[in-house]
């Protein structure tokens, strides 16, 4: 079994659980696309660098249990707004077996 | 007005590309982009990043693959207008368009492509709720003429090049140079780091870090910010000032082009790809990033491949009279509007007595 279960909020509160595949070389960012959970041109607009941050989230749970926040994703989330201390970039959290049950929100588009 | 065959919205390597395709078939071209140099996201976004999906290029940096496209198009000469939005477009009674950019600057072409990737490139505004009350009034996301703020108290926000720079800039103009930023860390050049630093241990910039501004306050005009600080004991404070300019750096927006009665999905422009990537309105076309049909790939080289297919069908709509085929550069070699000819090599035969 190479699929993960992901519990992911929407910016309208509705919390989705879908398969998140661990095999496939995806980030979160790109499983809230594939998905389709926020529209088109308002996240990963920069294609998953760690350059803009339109695919902020707050992780729920499992925090210990992520990569821990490269340079890039540091100075990004400083220019982000709406930051919280449980905020990521989640073109930056690979998919892999860990994180079955992980459990994130997306954070409000800005303007 | 500046005239031109093909009227190129966005010149992103898509809209670069378009350039040779269309100069091929010895149609001339003009570019409008907001940001003040080519190259789109390419140069804006992640100039320094490697790209290996340029079909022939294992490896390839974005800012390389722009200075090789503009080597390309040189010989077709294309005009630009960087550094302005186009903002309304009109169709003539010919059919033709003219499209009027945000410096009013206007262009008049019978064949209007909008290659505008994700969109214009704007300041990306805090979320503070009463900010949209106080543009022009005090509040600026962009320094146009600095001694606007000569003798005057400034607030900037941000921490990254834009901030350090105007901040230093500014510290000789204003009265009082405040900069608040969310962390104690600056992500900008060293030196401005340190200039920054020095100028703050003088009193010549007001360091307030580990805070956000908040809110906004002032009847009619700006008079105050409301500063938070991390620290929770520390609370909130309001400063007094004269005018606020977050700068947070850039973040693409379709803008305009959203209101030009084209048909929009996915904050893209839908459009034919069945044939020639033209949108619901005859006569303008938009390739790249920009649109959207079933089983659309937002990659470059799927913009390059738009490009060539939407020239082929813009030049039957300016020649509609003409037969034409297309053309191997190989064979035909490339003639510029310069007067600079590229051809392969001739074969001699000459007989050895």
Known sequence: MSDVKITIIDREGEAHTVDAPTDMNMNLMEVIRSYELAPEGTIGICGGMAMCASCQCYILNFEHMLPEKSYEEEDMLDQAFFVEDNSRLSCQIPINSGLDGLQVKIAPVSE | MIKTDILIIGAGPTGLFAVFEAGLLKLKCHLIDALPQPGGQCSEIYPKKPIYDIPGFPEVLAGDLVDNLMEQIKPFEPGFTLGERAETIDKQDDGSFIVTTSKGTKHHAPVVVIAGGLG??????????????????????????????????????????????????????????????????????????????????????????????????????????????????????????????????????????????????????????????????????????????????????????????????????????????????????????????????????????
């Open chain 2, 120 to 353: 214009s490139f704007e300041p990306r505004k805090p979320p503070i709720p009463s900010i949209k009350d106080y543009e022009d009034k005090g509040v600026a996301y962009i320094i146009r003429d600095p001694e606007v703020y000569r003798d005057k108290k400034v607030v900037i926000a941000g921490g990254g090049d834009s901030a350090l720079d105007w901040s230093i800039f500014l510290a000789n103009v204003a009265s009082e140079v405040s900069l608040v930023h969310r962390r104690k860390d600056f992500r900008g050049a060293l030196d401005s780091v340190e200039k920054v630093e020095e100028l703050s241990k003088i009193g010549k910039i007001n360091l307030i870090t580990d805070a956000e501004v908040v809110d906004l306050k002032g009847d009619g005009e700006l008079e105050s910010v409301v500063i938070r600080h991390k620290e929770k004991v520390r609370g909130e404070e309001i400063k007094d000032t004269d005018h606020f300019i977050p700068l947070f750096g850039l973040s693409p927006k379709l803008g305009p082009i959203a209101n030009w009665g084209l048909e929009i999905e996915k904050n893209a422009i839908k459009v034919n790809n069945a044939y020639d990537y033209q949108t619901n309105i005859p006569g303008i076309y938009a390739i790249g990033d920009v649109n959207t049909y079933k089983g659309k790939l937002k990659l470059i080289l799927c913009g390059f491949h738009e490009a060539a297919i939407m020239c082929q069908s813009a030049y039957q709509r300016i020649n509609p009279d003409k037969k034409y085929v297309m053309k191997y550069t190989t064979v035909s070699g490339v003639s510029g509007f310069d007067g600079s000819r590229k051809e392969a090599k001739r074969e001699v035969v000459k007989s050895i007595n």
